[in-house]
Each structure stands twice: as C-alpha cells, then as structure tokens.
C-alpha cells in the first residue's frame, strides 16, 4: 500500500472520529443539557405601581434571590465586574484559555490550584448547579457546562444569571438582594466604592460579609479597586477616593411593606414572580408609619387601619390592614380594611345627602334635636345632651343623632341602601332584619374599603368609583348614576370641609366625618379633598370594647397625619356645580326654614314645598313703567313664594340671563303693551301671569 494510500485512509478515519467525537458532543449536550430550569427559581416580588418593591418573600430554601436583569444595575458596576472577573468576557464561548494558561502555570509552581482561570459563564454553571470542593472532575463539569450555557445563552442572559445568582453572604443572593441590605438601595444607582464592594464579596461572601468582617470587605474591596483593569474604568483619582469610603457594618432588613395586600396577591398567584398593585410606595411607607406611632399611643390590643384611594381612579394608593402585621397581642395578621364593622356615625352625610337632593332641606334649614321616640326607637345623642333648635349645618358639623335620624325617617333607609348600590357597596344587616333608622347611627356592617369606596362616590360628583383590590380587580368609575346629585354633593362636602381640625392638626380643606360604634368597639373617621380619599378604623380586632376611644378623639388626628405623612399634595374641592349656593335663612322657601314631620311620618303642612306663585306683579295687574330720562325704561321688580331654587324667569316667552336663587328679581321691559311672566323652579313646576305694562 502506498503512503498516499495510507495517508488518505488515515485521514478518513480521523475525519469519522472527529464526526463521531461531533456527534457525540452534541447527543451528550441534548442528553444532559445544563439545569437552566433551575435558576428560573427566585423569590416572588409585590411592586407599587411605579415598580418599586414593595416587600419580597424569600424561596423555600430561604434564600433572598431578586431575579435581577443587567437593565437594573448600575452600567459602571457591570463594567467593572467585568473588569475584575472576565475581561475577556465578550470574545470567549465559555472558555478563557489565556486564563487557564495563567492557572496553569501558578499551579506547576505552587503544586496546588491558586486560582481557577474561571469565566463568569463558568461561575454561572457553578451557581446553578453547585458541587462540593473544587476538584478537576469537578471543574472539567464547570467547563463543559459553560460551553453549553453559551450555545444556549447570549452574554447579557448570562450576566442576568449571574447577577441574579451571585452570593453576598448569609441568604443573600444576587446584587439586588445585597444592595437593599447593605445600602438600603435599588442597585440602579451605585457609587465606585459600593460597586468595587459588590464585586468583591461574591469570591468569599461569608469571609467577606462587612457585617460580620469588615477587615476582610475593605481589603477585598481594596484589591478590586486596586486592580489595572478596574482603574481603567473608574479612574485612578475615582478609585483612591472610594478606598477612604466607609464601609456598611449592619444588615438592613428588605423592604416590608403593604403585608397584608402582598400575602393576598401570593395566595392570589403563587406561581407569579412579580405583582403589581396600584399602591404608591412612599405613601404606603408614609400611612405605615403614622398607623404604627399612633397605636403605640393607644392601648396594647388596639390596632389601626387606613386606606387611601385616588377618587378620580378609583386606584388604591396606600393600605394599612394593621399596625403592624407581627404583633400578636394586636392581632396584626387580620387585615382590618376587609372586616365588617359598625360604622357609627360615618354614614350621615348620605343621608343628609338625599335629604338635599330631595329638595327638604337646605343647610341653614332649622331641626330639632330633642328626644324623640320613633315607633320604640329613641336615639340619643353620644354626649347623652341635646341642642335644641340647629342649623341643618350645625346638626351634621356636630354629628347630632337625632336630627340625622329624623331625617333618615324622611328619607328612608331602604332608599340610603339602594344609593349604596350605585357605589357597588352593600353594607351586612343584621341576621332576618329589614333596613331600620339604627342604620344611620351604624346599625349595619361595613369594611373600612367600602366606606372609602363610598366616600370616593362623594369626591368625585361625576360618577360612583369602584375601588379594586388593590392587585387584580381594575379600579375605575362605575357606569351609574351619580351616588348623590352634583349640588347634593357640593352641600355635604360644604359642610364637612367646615369641621374643626382636631387639636394639633393643621387644617388642610378636607372634608371629614368621624364615627364612634355602640360600646366603645370602633372609632372611625374619613376625609376628602378634591383628588384623594382616606379612611382610618382603630379598635380591637376581637371587638373587644375600648373605654374612651371616640371617633374625633382617636381616629380624626391619625386621619390628618395620614394625609401630611403621605406626601400626597392638597388637591382644592372641585368648583360648585351650576346652583350650588349658600342661602341665608331669611332668603329660603317657607317649606325650608324648618324641617318637621307630621303624626303620619310625612313633611307637615309648613314644610312641604310649594310649587311657585308669582305674587308681584299679580295677575291682570296693569303696570305704569318709568323712565330714568334717558329713553330707557326702569326695571320691573318681580316677585315670587314658593317653589324650589334655582328659578328661571321668562318673559314673553323669551328666557332672561341667569338664573337666580332670590325670590325677588329685575326685569327690563323693551316696550309697553301685554306681556306675559312666567318663572319655573329646579323641581320644573311653573307659574304665569299676564299683565298690561303702561
């Protein structure tokens, strides 16, 4: 056989063990991939609206692991890990083979391994799948892992694993994890000496940890700023200043924040990674902490909750369902925002609501507060007095019970129920109880989130607003009608932005109620301005009665610093609607200057609305104009009783300007002859006169 011969048959099989070798590598890679499902195991996240973390749970083995994106971190501080650990990470597959050259050589020199030559793709392999001791077989593994996350993996997805995987100490897993414990920080921002820390401690995390071994960190830190490559990045200058930076020596705590809506959003969605809710961070932070200092005040078994909504979104912005969540004597694991509770007095101003809207009432209208006794049921006044005669506004300002149930009786509770509806609230009634007037001094259960809801009905005039859960149920305004006519609305808040401040409380032109349940057991208060609603309850979860604990005392002055400790800016009350005015006593209808009810439960005599009357000028009058010595006529003064403001006049037929809410009004003729007056009230019932002007 010729040497040719031999040469090609040689070649062939060479060529066939090196397909056969191809081959083999590549069934081995489809047979044994690398566990990549495995790093897809992180801690689940509830984000506020914006992203922020709200709070994290750690995996079942206990670990810390934020799943981490090279779009979260500092763009320097992933410079400079590759810097330091693989600078010729964008030009290898897997392998650095300078590095293990490097490696090689220092191990014929010292007879052991002194360093690995390891690439971030093969500290990857190493995070996901852990081995004990760092043998050859085992880094032959590592090697061959690295290879096959490459194929699979582009660069940027390798960094995301690894800085999702890296350790830093403890349970801490990954730069995100260990920039909110060490620095109190989303790693986004990150100065040189935090970045040359961070690449540091995941060589040796538990030797290294600065809050355990702070020599250690500071020389590990050291020797990452102090590398050539690292310089370069930095900058000499840069990198001598961040080695005379002071290095954190405590642990901080991950952000905790909205315990209870994050335990529903992971019972909601276990398998989720991240929730989003439409909570606002800094002003969950801000209610959080006046819900905590303010039950420290208060007895050991009181707690306290608070929900703030957007009114013109419905959107949930902060939500406090206790104290706190750890305490047990406080049963701070019940989440008190979704527990059924009396409500006291917090439910008057609808009732006054559809008293206005129903044409009874004004504010300056007069009602009794006297015992009264309807059908067996006598309600009393929660400082057991009584005012006498008062203002429809002052009845409401001071949360009289009596007037209020008067009239509830007017206007029925069924009906107060019914408007609920429009809200999507439907308050619990007693067990085999129809609707009663108990309803109006909290007869009835209602969660903290469905008062706001309802309250938010109120702020915004429009349309009632739907609340949500806060994670999955959409917020939004509901398609209804409004929970209460526009200048109904205006009346109430009118009145409830007048309420004193409670004492050291800056008045800020909210419109609030407080309320106090029967026994002491729950004290409340709730308060708008012209964007945010919020509501605060305090009481025992177990309903235990707490002497003392009144509405206005207790829960008014945490509703104020609720809305200064959230940071939320004051937003004015909405222009009154078209109507919306505050008349005078003198000035109202007769059937408005007292609020009475005759023996059949009906408006009596004097108080029921008349339709209008025109009384000047009367019927077949014949009128003699005057001039004022210009050519131009003097005004025809025009009169009238009765009938519902705001009334519109016409004049032959042909409507004058503005509307007016007086009963005394001017009209310039344009001529002398027959003319006809006609006026009509809100309620669309006229009156007409003709008369002969001369």
């Known amino acids: 056989m010729s040497i040719w011969r031999k040469l090609a048959i040689g070649g062939l099989g060479a060529l066939l063990l090196a397909a056969a070798l191809v081959f083999g590598l590549e069934a081995a890679d489809r047979a044994y991939p690398p566990p990549l499902d495995r790093a897809n195991v992180v801690s689940a996240e509830v984000l506020d609206a914006d992203g922020q973390l709200l709070r994290a749970f750690a995996t079942r083995d206990g670990r810390w692991r934020l799943k981490t994106d090279v779009a979260d971190v500092d763009p320097q501080f992933v410079r400079m890990l590759v810097a330091y650990e693989d600078r010729r990470f964008y030009d290898h597959h897997g ?104 690449v540091a401690l995941p060589q040796l995390p538990e030797k290294r940890r600065p809050d355990r071994n702070l020599a250690a960190a500071e020389a590990a830190r050291r020797r990452v700023l102090q590398r050539v490559a690292v310089e370069k990045v930095v900058g000499s200058e840069e990198s001598t200043r961040a080695e005379l930076t002071a290095i954190p020596t405590r642990r901080m705590q991950l952000p905790a924040y909205a315990a209870h809506l994050a335990e529903a959003a992971l019972r909601k969605e276990p398998k989720v990674e991240q929730h989003r809710t439409t909570l606002r961070r800094s002003i969950q932070q801000g209610l959080e902490s006046v819900a905590r200092d303010a039950a420290a005040k208060l007895n050991p078994k009181v707690s306290v909750a608070m929900v703030m909504a957007d009114a013109t979104t419905g959107e949930i912005v902060g939500e406090v369902g206790s104290s706190n969540y750890f305490d047990n004597v406080r049963s701070g694991w019940i989440d008190m925002t979704r527990v059924n509770r009396s409500p006291g007095s917090t439910l008057k101003p609808f009732i006054y609501g559809l008293a206005f809207e129903q044409g009874m009432i004004s504010q300056e209208t ?23 005669d008062v203002t429809v506004r002052q009845a409401l300002q001071l949360s009289l019970n009596v007037p209020a149930v008067r009239l509830l009786d007017a206007v029925g509770p069924t009906r107060l129920l019914v408007r609920f509806r429009r809200a999507e609230v439907r308050p619990a009634l007693p067990v085999n109880e129809m609707p ?130 959230s940071g939320v800016p004051f937003t004015p009350m909405p222009p009154a609607p078209r109507g919306a005015v505050r008349i005078a006593q003198a000035q109202l209808p007769m059937s408005q ?11 009596s005599a004097s108080a029921r609305e008349q339709a209008p009357q025109i009384v000047y000028p009367p019927e077949g009058a014949h009128v003699e104009l005057s001039d004022e010595g210009n050519g131009s006529m003097m005004p025809l003064i025009l009169k009238l009783q009765g009938g519902r403001a705001p009334f519109r006049w016409l004049a032959n037929g042909k409507p004058l300007a503005d509307l007016s809410r007086n009963r005394i009004s001017q009209w310039v003729p344009d001529g002398v002859g027959y003319s006809t007056l006609t006026v009509i009230d809100a309620a669309g019932r006229a009156a007409t006169v003709n008369v002969f002007l001369q």
């Open 95 to 198: 392998i650095d083979i300078f590095a293990f050259g490097r490696a090689a050589i220092q191990l014929i020199r010292s007879g052991h391994i002194v360093s690995g030559g390891s690439t971030l793709s093969m500290q990857v392999a190493r995070l996901i799948e852990p081995r004990s001791g760092r043998s050859f077989a085992a880094k032959i593994i590592q090697i061959a892992r690295a290879i096959q996350i490459e194929r699979r993996l582009s660069k940027e997805q390798i960094l995301d694993l690894y800085l999702t995987h890296a350790p830093y100490g403890g349970n801490l897993e990954g730069i995100r994890a260990a920039s909110l414990a060490y620095f109190g920080k989303e790693p986004h921002r990150l100065t040189v000496a935090q970045s040359a820390l961070l």
């Open 366 to 388: 007069i009602i009794e507060d006297k015992p009264a006794d309807f059908f067996g049921y006598r309600p009393k006044n929660f400082d057991m007095t009584y005012q006498g």
């Open 436 to 565: 009663g007037l108990a309803i109006g001094l909290g007869g009835v259960g209602i969660t903290l989130k469905d008062l706001v809801q309802l309250y938010a009905g109120l702020a915004n005039r429009s349309q009632p607003v739907r609340l949500g859960d806060g994670i999955q149920e959409k917020p939004g305004l509901i398609d209804a009608e409004p929970l209460l006519e526009p200048v109904a609305a205006w009346n109430v808040a009118d009145i409830l932005s007048g309420v004193i401040a409670p004492v050291g409380s800056i008045q800020r032109g909210i419109a609030y109620k407080t309320g106090t349940s029967y026994g002491y057991r729950d004290a409340w208060s709730v308060g708008y301005d012209g964007r945010y609603v919020l509501g605060v309850w305090v009481g025992r979860p177990d309903n235990g009665a707490v002497p003392g604990l009144a509405g206005y005392m207790s829960a008014a002055p945490i509703l104020f610093q609720g809305f200064e400790k």
């Open 593 to 603: 200057r007292r609020f009475s009810l005759d023996a059949n439960g009906l408006l």
